[in-house]
């Protein structure tokens, strides 16, 4: 079906958006919108002519100001495709493309549309998505508190007692995110049961059950643990090429970075405190015993977050 489709390159910003349709390999329409609704309807006027029909739309993953409109398009039939940037950048580098714009990016990203095919999005439920903006907005919060506690450090101390105010209001809004958090999760039975259970792995809490579930979304989309782990940046990446390139091995970061926080701190003390885990220390120690040991402990964290991360897929 999606042979059939016409592409559809959307380069999105806070603002803004420009479109690029590819209507054959030497034929391409343009046109900018604003990012909002009005702009939403005119694409949909826009794209309303003889000829085009549904459209495969792809836009790259920058922050969360593509949502709305890739939500509005496959609410309105057309499929869409949000892809990772650095899959775009070497799109374009192997098209030795040289020049750098709005316009010209929409074609880039279009062109990669029609050449790959990405695979389409599906968005997540409207419980997930809500979920995701507690979680990400409390992780905020906590993240401007932790600056603000700091360069109080450092503060003259006649001006503490004037920066001071600050920090119950965020306190304050930080302890209602988290009060508002557990009332979703209560209120929707699907995400109270999946929280019970992978609060039943050893190092998981509640904190991070839910912030597994907002960046996870639908654990359907995930055929097995070893795909989950690729997209979460905790799969290894080999980096070996003949004899004289013998790199280490390490975790390949592509993918969620918020995934990955939320499941460091519990992957330690999964590989501290599970009885399962430790068989891998064991084995771990003899096989780094005598190395340096900044290398060893990163490696051996690495690798208790590479195998206590399948746990999570295989528990939901």
Do not use: C, D, F
């Given at each position: 079906m999606s042979e059939a489709l016409l592409p559809l390159g959307i380069d999105i910003s806070k603002t803004d958006f420009h479109v690029a349709l590819l209507k054959s390999a030497k034929r391409s329409k343009y046109e900018h919108f604003s990012n909002d609704t009005e702009g939403f309807r005119q694409l949909s006027q826009w794209l309303d002519q003889p000829g085009v029909g549904p459209v495969h739309a792809c836009l790259e993953a920058t922050s969360i100001y593509g949502h709305a409109l890739a939500l509005y398009l496959h609410q309105q039939g057309h499929q869409v495709s949000i892809v990772n940037p650095l899959r775009v950048k070497g799109y374009s580098k192997s098209q030795l493309s040289r020049t750098k714009s709005d316009r010209a990016d929409a074609k880039l990203i279009a062109q990669f549309c029609r050449d790959l095919k990405p695979a389409p999005w599906q968005p997540s439920a409207v419980e997930v998505s809500q979920l995701q903006g507690y979680t990400r907005r409390l992780d905020a919060l906590e993240h401007m508190l932790t600056?603000?506690?700091?360069?109080?450090?450092?503060?003259?101390?006649?001006?503490?007692?004037?920066?001071?105010?600050?920090?119950?209001?965020?306190a304050g809004?930080?302890?209602?995110?988290?009060?508002?958090?557990?009332?979703?999760?209560?209120?929707?039975?699907?995400?109270?049961?999946?929280?019970?259970?992978?609060?039943?792995?050893?190092?998981?809490?509640?904190?991070?059950?839910?912030?597994?579930?907002?960046e996870i979304g639908s654990i359907e989309h995930f055929t097995s643990a070893r795909q989950l782990a690729a997209f979460a940046g905790l799969t290894p990446q080999e980096h070996t090429s003949g004899t004289s390139v013998q790199g280490k091995t390490r975790l390949c970061k592509i993918g969620n970075r918020r995934l990955r926080k939320a499941l460091y701190f519990p992957a330690l003390t999964w590989w501290r405190r599970c009885p399962q885990a430790r068989a891998f220390w064991r084995t771990a120690l003899s096989r780094w015993q005598g190395q340096d040991a900044g290398h060893w402990c990163f490696d051996a964290q690495a690798h208790a977050r590479h195998l206590w991360h399948p746990q999570v897929g295989k528990t939901l």
């Open positions: 600056e603000e506690k700091n360069r109080l450090q450092v503060t003259p101390p006649r001006l503490r007692s004037r920066y001071r105010r600050p920090y119950p209001v965020s809004a930080g302890g209602n995110g988290k009060k508002r958090l557990r009332e979703h999760i209560q209120a929707h039975e699907s995400l109270q049961s999946q929280q019970a259970l992978l609060t039943s792995i050893v190092g998981v809490g509640e904190s991070t059950a839910a912030r597994v579930l907002a």
